[in-house]
């Protein structure tokens, strides 16, 4: 090993059941640039065994097991997440890696006993802080019972307090999440920000017909301003706050939510929970939707709007920004790192009232729409670099390697 050529892997931790997850994709994207810098090997857990090399980077899929998956229909779905594991060490030892890249981190079980595996072996590590804003938040931003608290806390906050706590940097997706990590016991001086970049991919604009077609796929109307959500059902993204901001605006707007339906039965109490029917004019849920069906709705939309309770630092808000999108979110984790006051509106979470009121806002005036979308798509494609993020990502590996030879 020399300190120009570490051996690096880059470990995502994630349930095998989890097929879309913002900080995954990130994970990958920034990793296939590392790998274009440095020797890197990617290991995801996942339902099969499986190898791959694509661009020169090695992609090692690893069956994951669950002792809770034949309980499944009598337990909640988080708590069978919560107990999924994978061999990360044989893998690591076999390897013989210099530094080790953490991404993700539930669940919580696996990245700390993953993160052991590289002490016991005498590994470097670092962690992305994908996911920590909502982990060190859960009950706050998934709405858990006063009684689920304290359980809560021991397997979820404390196995990423104690990786961490152990890391030999923490690489922040944004300056916001300082306070939250030393809140954690961690060194300041062990602090580094590597952000998110945007996929080019959501950059490109179509081409007319591709918008008209996706128009006629999902029946959308020309008539009112175009409101897009993206992202998973669950509390912390706030879908909720959305549903009970909408019959408080004044302006008529029609509302896409994005993103699959996990069941009927849990889309069904979602509406009727906060006062809407799936006949509702305003509303329209795409369910499953395909990369290039959600490049076409960001170009095809008026505004986005993105009421999170808890993210660290979402990838679709820098896709709809990228989009020319003005966003509406929240003062939440790194939003307000990626939001600038001239691109879009954040206001506090959980209150349907001031959400609608931003709505109102944008919807009522084009060319504040335009004026915002132009500086959000110049401001994402100024900061928000996967080049440079892993150019910042190899300096840090080679900083630890020369500390540890030193």
């Known amino acids: 090993m020399t300190a120009s050529k570490p051996r690096v892997a880059a470990v995502v931790i994630t349930p095998p059941t989890f097929k879309a997850s913002g900080g995954v994709s990130a994970a990958i994207q920034l990793t296939q640039r590392i790998a274009k810098l440095v020797d890197s090997a990617l290991f995801l857990m996942a339902d099969h065994d499986s190898e791959t090399v694509e661009d020169g980077l090695r992609t090692f899929r690893q069956k994951a097991r669950n002792p809770l998956l034949p309980l499944q229909k009598f337990l909640p779905r988080q708590a069978v997440s919560l107990a999924w594991r994978a061999d990360i060490k044989s893998w690591l030892r076999d390897g013989r890696f210099d530094i080790v890249h953490f991404h993700n981190p539930h669940p919580p079980g696996a990245l700390k006993t993953a993160a052991q595996a590289c002490l016991d072996l005498h590994i470097p590590y670092v962690i992305s802080t994908h996911g920590f804003v909502e982990f060190n938040e859960f009950s706050r931003g998934f709405g858990a019972p006063r009684w689920q608290k304290p359980l809560l806390e021991m397997l979820v906050r404390r196995p990423v307090v104690h990786v961490a706590q152990n ?155 990228a989009s020319r999108l003005p966003v509406v979110s929240t003062l939440i984790g790194g939003i307000p790192f990626e939001v600038s006051p001239d691109a879009g509106i954040l206001v506090k979470p959980g209150d349907p009232m001031p959400l609608a009121a931003a709505l109102d806002r944008l919807c009522a005036d084009e060319s504040m729409r335009k004026a915002m979308g132009n500086a959000g798509r110049a401001r994402v494609m100024e900061v928000f670099n996967w080049e440079r993020s892993a150019a910042r990502a190899g300096a840090i590996y080679q900083e630890i390697l020369a500390e540890k030879i030193g």
């Open 167 to 321: 890391a030999a940097r923490v690489l922040m997706l944004s300056p916001q999440e300082a306070p939250i990590l030393t809140g954690m016991g961690v060194d300041p001086r062990n602090l580094r920000v590597i952000s998110n970049g945007v996929d080019p991919y959501f950059a490109t604009t179509i081409p007319e017909t591709e918008r008209q077609r996706l128009t006629r796929r999902f029946a959308l109307p020309a008539e009112h301003p175009l409101m897009l959500f993206v992202g998973n059902h669950t509390a912390n993204k706030g879908l909720d706050v959305l549903l009970r901001a909408l019959p408080i605006m004044r302006e008529k707007a029609v509302t896409v939510v994005g993103g699959a339906i996990r069941s009927q039965e849990e889309h069904a109490r979602l509406l009727a929970d906060n006062g809407m029917s799936a006949s509702d004019e305003r509303l329209l849920f795409t369910d499953f939707i395909t990369r290039e069906e959600l490049r076409a709705l960001y170009q095809t939309a008026d505004l986005f709007v993105f009421p999170s309770r808890a993210d660290t630092l979402p990838l679709v808000v820098l896709e709809a920004m």
